[in-house]
């Protein structure tokens, strides 16, 4: 089974290539970020036509979340539940026996700011749902663009940054709060190469310096961590004429009796 996360920075303008990269890389689940559509402006016929099913939670010109799969995704829910936001960021489903939630995690402004405040209630409150949730659903995935750089290693410059806005303390213990529910961070079950980031600013030449963070995260539960085969970023698509200024994240579990027999299926 094959789960991948891409903020795309507006659908409308990426749809093309959003849907080029399900055909050559056919993941079982793709979460989106950033679609900033409403929802009555969803191109969800051209995304089913190309064989997907997709469920989508939108507002105009801001945010906006989607999760296309190869089957219905069932028990579906938009945003965190018991958190009141008037911002479309979080959606989640059943696809097989997995639990799929998809977040597109607060940009945060700046430290001390009202959007700052906002970004670590945000973090908490969706802490405090994986807790029910993850009782719901052992076998469960956490992915999107979280906005945080959990780590040193995970920026170009950790002097540059420190301080700043995805590098403070307070985001990274946030960070470090989801792990302590039982959720591993897939990229780093294996050994990457250095220098491996999912977002570059389109300003100061930043991907051809390889200047970038990462902030898309893929995050499995301890009953599905036996199971990652691998995740890897896929930079290529930050290639693109007209890109968006991330790479999907994509993560590979293997074959189990666990996952569901459509999985099964198409494993065999």
Request: net charge negative; aromatic share 10%.
């Amino acid at each position: 089974m094959k789960l991948a996360t891409w903020n795309v920075n507006s659908l409308a303008v990426r749809l093309p290539q959003v849907i080029a990269w399900l055909t050559e890389h056919e993941p079982d689940v793709l979460v989106l970020q950033e679609t900033k559509l409403t929802d009555e402006k969803f191109p969800r016929a051209e995304i089913e036509a190309a064989g997907w099913k997709v469920v989508f939670f939108g507002q105009k010109t801001y945010n906006g979340v989607a999760l296309l799969a190869r089957d219905d995704p069932a028990d579906v829910v938009r945003n965190i539940v018991g958190f009141s936001d008037e911002q479309a960021r979080v959606i989640a489903a059943c696809v097989g026996e997995v639990r799929v939630v998809g977040g597109y995690f607060p940009n945060g402004q700046a430290p001390g700011s009202e959007k700052f405040v906002y970004k670590l209630a945000w973090m908490s409150a969706m802490r405090d749902w994986l807790v029910e949730e993850l009782k719901r659903y052992p076998k469960l995935v956490l992915m999107g663009d979280f906005n945080v750089a959990p780590e040193d290693r995970d920026v170009h410059d950790p002097v540059a940054w420190a301080g700043q806005i995805l590098c403070t303390e307070d985001e990274r213990e946030q960070f470090r709060g989801l792990l302590a529910l039982g959720l591993h961070d897939a990229f780093r079950l294996f050994e990457q190469p250095p220098k491996s980031w999912s977002w570059w600013d389109y300003r100061m030449l930043a991907f051809r310096k390889n200047q970038g963070l990462r902030i898309d995260h893929i995050l499995v539960s301890e009953a599905l961590k036996p199971l990652v085969a691998s995740c890897v970023i896929d930079k290529l698509p930050r290639k693109n004429e007209r890109p968006s200024d991330h790479a999907p994240v994509t993560v590979t579990l293997a074959p189990s009796e666990a996952l569901g027999g459509a999985y099964r299926a198409a494993a065999s």
